[in-house]
């Protein structure tokens, strides 16, 4: 490994082994419930990211969902999440997560919250329930993620593009989106701002090692900003903005009530308080180490695998244990699994050297063992309102 490839390498691990990253997860649930099918019966893995998306999947009538996340910080951005729904009242629960602040919200916490939450996820927002208390820095302005946001919106207020911000995110037409954004266009793309992004710091804070930008870099002319920018003009440009809360939350600070995750809606925070808030439990480890506990029953198989974008990495840096990871899949999916995920790049060719036992006694590629869907989740993947990765999969799992 190179000097430049260990100190990135180095300084990714620091961001992802010492920060919250993600505030709010970067998936679009609806491209994923266009394939996921959810029934009563079916249980669900997801990597927790920030715990939106595992609601979202728990309020669409599955059985149970596993949210699983090797950083404790974003389990307890989810188990805080939980406990809000469970203890407070919608108008408190709307102003803490909807408007991402509370004038109260350190006396929320310690009086109501606090004991509803695990240990790690106490000692998490013991220190940090401060995210809540600032009208002007809400809680979607911190995390790295949310660091890279204030970065961004300073930038555009020095430009001078704050006005025209507002006027996209108001925008009733695709025709005025694309008015709006081709003058802020003009102000952000500046040489500072590409080279800014360009930076593998910069890139860290936002959850994407080193391996990943190859990835993107050698499927996409070698330019990372080139992909950036047709993402934007995909999101401003194509969707309509009026239900795109990922990227309204991220320029404003706050979503609204007519544009927030389902778990923010009133008649949805009813069902979590009523009961399916306790469906969704987080575990602080690797998929892996979650497949392979001894205390889930055998019992219990899932049939449902989110496995967002993390294959990357392990593609990249620990290749066998992304094998062994799938042989954990295996030896707990149900039958008609179907496994979704995303990736930086526009291919997993990866996946094709990954070979294990399907009970035959001897290895054969996992690739054989699926059916594929890619007209429909290359269609799906048109319409993501976040559009940060390259590709959306799904496969069903064939024994």
């Known amino acids: 490994m190179s000097l430049?490839?260990?100190?990135?390498?180095?300084?990714?691990?620091?961001?992802?082994?010492?920060?919250?990253?993600?505030?709010?997860?970067?998936?679009?649930?609806?491209?994923?419930?266009?394939?996921?099918?959810?029934?009563?019966?079916?249980?669900?893995?997801?990597?927790?990211?920030?715990?939106?998306?595992?609601?979202?999947?728990?309020?669409?009538?599955?059985?149970?969902?596993?949210?699983?996340?090797?950083?404790?910080?974003?389990?307890?951005?989810?188990?805080?999440?939980?406990?809000?729904?469970?203890?407070?009242?919608?108008?408190?629960?709307?102003?803490?997560?909807?408007?991402?602040?509370?004038?109260?919200?350190?006396?929320?916490?310690?009086?109501?919250?606090?004991?509803?939450?695990?240990?790690?996820?106490?000692?998490?927002?013991?220190?940090?329930?401060?995210y809540f208390k600032n009208r002007k820095r809400t809680y979607y302005m911190h995390g790295t993620s949310g660091f890279f946001a204030r970065c961004l919106n300073g930038y555009i207020n020095f430009k001078g593009g704050r006005q025209i911000c507002e006027q996209l995110l108001n925008s009733k037409t695709l025709e005025e989106q694309q008015e709006h954004y081709s003058k802020l266009e003009k102000k952000f793309w500046t040489p500072l701002m590409k080279w800014f992004l360009n930076r593998n710091t910069t890139l860290a804070l936002l959850g994407v090692p080193k391996s990943q930008r190859i990835q993107v870099e050698t499927q996409y002319n070698g330019q990372i900003c080139l992909f950036m920018k047709d993402c934007l003009e995909a999101v401003f440009c194509k969707l309509p903005i009026s239900d795109n809360y990922f990227w309204r939350v991220y320029m404003t600070g706050h979503y609204t009530k007519d544009c927030c995750p389902e778990y923010l809606k009133e008649?949805?925070?009813?069902?979590?308080?009523?009961?399916?808030?306790?469906?969704?439990?987080?575990?602080?480890?690797?998929?892996?180490?979650?497949?392979?506990?001894?205390?889930?029953?055998?019992?219990?198989?899932?049939?449902?695998?989110?496995?967002?974008?993390?294959?990357?990495?392990?593609?990249?840096?620990?290749f066998e244990w992304l094998v062994s990871e799938w042989e954990s899949i295996l030896q707990r999916a149900a039958d008609q699994t179907r496994i979704l995920w995303r990736s930086g790049g526009f291919r997993t060719d990866f996946l094709e050297k990954v070979e294990i036992d399907f009970g035959k006694g001897v290895k054969e590629k996992i690739t054989d063992h699926f059916q594929m869907h890619e007209?429909?989740?290359?269609?799906?993947?048109?319409?993501?309102?976040?559009?940060?990765?390259?590709?959306?999969?799904?496969?069903?799992?064939i024994r």
Not at 4 to 29: M, Q, R, T
Not at 296 to 316: E, Y
Not at 375 to 387: I, K, M, P, Q, Y
Request: aromatic share 10%; glycine share 4%.
């Open 4 to 130: 430049s490839s260990a100190l990135n390498s180095k300084i990714f691990n620091h961001v992802h082994g010492n920060n919250l990253v993600y505030n709010i997860c970067w998936e679009d649930p609806r491209i994923d419930h266009q394939m996921l099918n959810l029934g009563p019966n079916d249980n669900v893995l997801v990597i927790t990211s920030a715990g939106c998306n595992a609601l979202d999947y728990i309020l669409k009538g599955c059985n149970h969902v596993y949210a699983v996340d090797m950083n404790y910080r974003q389990n307890a951005v989810l188990e805080l999440k939980k406990a809000a729904a469970k203890l407070l009242n919608y108008e408190d629960y709307w102003q803490l997560l909807g408007e991402g602040w509370h004038p109260d919200a350190e006396k929320l916490y310690k009086e109501i919250l606090r004991d509803a939450m695990p240990f790690d996820a106490r000692e998490f927002w013991d220190k940090k329930i401060y």
């Open 267 to 318: 008649e949805n925070f009813l069902k979590l308080k009523n009961g399916l808030a306790d469906k969704v439990t987080t575990y602080s480890m690797s998929v892996e180490q979650f497949l392979r506990k001894p205390e889930l029953s055998d019992n219990v198989k899932i049939s449902r695998f989110i496995l967002l974008d993390h294959m990357d990495w392990l593609a990249n840096n620990h």
């Open 375 to 397: 007209e429909e989740t290359a269609s799906l993947h048109e319409l993501d309102r976040v559009h940060t990765y390259g590709s959306f999969h799904v496969a069903d799992l």
